[in-house]
């Protein structure tokens, strides 16, 4: 499980962040799309970091509304 950071962007796209695996970001049409497209970056990217036997960074993200 990963924290991600959703947000609107130009023309009612959505825009996914996946702050503990820096690059890792993608888009939708909707907000469901955005999250589904994340999911697969997020998959990805974490197999890309095992194959090349690096470590994968932990999501220590602690979100905090003030």
């Known amino acids: 499980m990963r924290n991600v950071i959703l947000r609107p962007i130009e023309d009612g796209w959505w ?3 996946v702050p503990s695996l820096p690059g890792c970001l ?3 049409e909707t907000r469901e799309k955005a999250i589904e497209n994340i999911k ?3 998959e990805l ?3 890309s ?3 090349a036997g690096d ?3 932990e999501d220590d993200l602690e979100l905090v509304q003030v």
Do not use: F, K, R
Request: charged share 20%.
């Open 15 to 17: 825009l996914a962040e």
């Open 26 to 28: 993608t888009q939708g």
């Open 40 to 42: 697969d970056a997020i």
């Open 45 to 47: 990217y974490i197999e």
């Open 49 to 51: 970091l095992e194959a």
């Open 55 to 57: 470590p994968v960074p």
